[in-house]
């Protein structure tokens, strides 16, 4: 199970976006190889791609948020058909299926033909480039909040934590434990009290880095630990040369708080594409 490339595309409408989705991709497929193999038996974990598109599928694990179709800019509506019936196939009913706007009207009658459905919310991708930090205030620990990194045996505070946080099925957790101190990726906590109540991962393959997993206690929300745990990371991705700085969110929603888009946006993030998810009936980003 070899992490892939995501292949060059005349299709592609921004000139970053193959880059924005390849750390994407690179990051889940990297989480994937980090899986002993016993887990890898038994949440039937699998990698891979047809022409224009990538299917990561856990079968065994019930959650959205690990088990996705990419589908290329251009891809044709075989392809993402194909894609689709992987996962069928695969027994993977819990999974995202991401498709860039604009999307053919023949391909988004292949995901209907299949049962998937347009998910109420669409994603932003968002990039940020070197340009020197110049906020201050709320992106910086202050008062009893401490930013620190996850350490090897807090591995599984770190996906029970995302777990719990993003309502996520329990079996996801030792998948996500996996990348705490894997090379590559920095996993980072805000304690309050010493007690871990946020988290945050940054992946970084050469000069590109991902940001994902950003989670806070419900009850711990609204005192900007993510935006200050969003700041830690890309300094410490700037200090590691990286030239870009990736990640996504839900498209803002007139009447709806958005604070991750909110948090993205104050830190020099700008949206570089959008694209919509698709899920059978009834299915949840979780």
């Known amino acids: ?43 039937g974990l699998f990698v891979e791609r047809v ?20 589908v290329q800019p251009g891809a044709s509506a075989d392809t993402a058909g194909a894609a689709v019936d992987r996962m069928r196939k695969a027994g993977v009913r819990q999974y995202f299926a991401h ?33 020197p930090f110049t906020q201050h205030g709320p992106s910086v620990p202050e008062g009893d909040i401490e930013l620190c990194a996850a350490k090897r045996e807090q591995a599984d505070v770190f ?15 030792e998948l996500l434990a996996g990348v705490v101190q894997r090379p590559r990726w920095h996993v980072y906590f805000a304690r309050l009290a010493g007690q871990p109540v946020a988290t945050g991962a940054l992946f970084v393959q050469g000069d590109v880095a991902y940001l994902s997993y950003g989670a806070t206690l419900p009850e711990h929300r609204g005192q900007g630990l993510q935006r200050m745990l969003l700041a830690k990371r890309m300094r410490v991705a700037l200090a590691l040369g990286c030239r870009w700085i990736i990640s996504e969110t839900g498209e803002a929603i007139a009447g709806q708080p958005s604070p991750s888009h909110d948090n993205m946006l104050a830190l020099g993030m700008r949206p570089i594409a959008t694209r919509d998810n698709y899920v059978l009936e009834g299915v949840r980003w979780s």
Not at 9 to 23: N, R
Not at 24 to 40: F, I, K, N, V, W
Not at 116 to 123: F, M, S, T
Not at 159 to 173: F, I, K, N, T, Y
Request: glycine share 6%.
């Open 99 to 131: 498709v860039h706007r604009p999307e053919s009207a023949e391909l988004t009658g292949t995901l209907a033909e299949r049962g998937l459905v347009r998910y109420h919310r669409a994603w932003l991708k968002l990039a940020r480039d070197r340009t």
């Open 1 to 43: 199970m070899n992490a892939t490339p995501y292949p060059r595309s005349p299709h592609t409408p921004h000139p970053l976006l193959e880059v924005a989705d390849w750390i994407e991709q690179a990051s889940l497929q990297d989480m994937y190889l980090a899986a002993t193999p016993s887990l890898r038996r038994s949440a």
């Open 51 to 70: 022409a224009g598109a990538l299917t990561v599928g856990a079968p065994g694990i019930a959650s959205s948020m690990v088990s996705r179709v990419f």
């Open 159 to 173: 996906g029970e934590l995302v777990v719990r946080c993003m309502e996520v099925d329990g079996s996801a957790v």
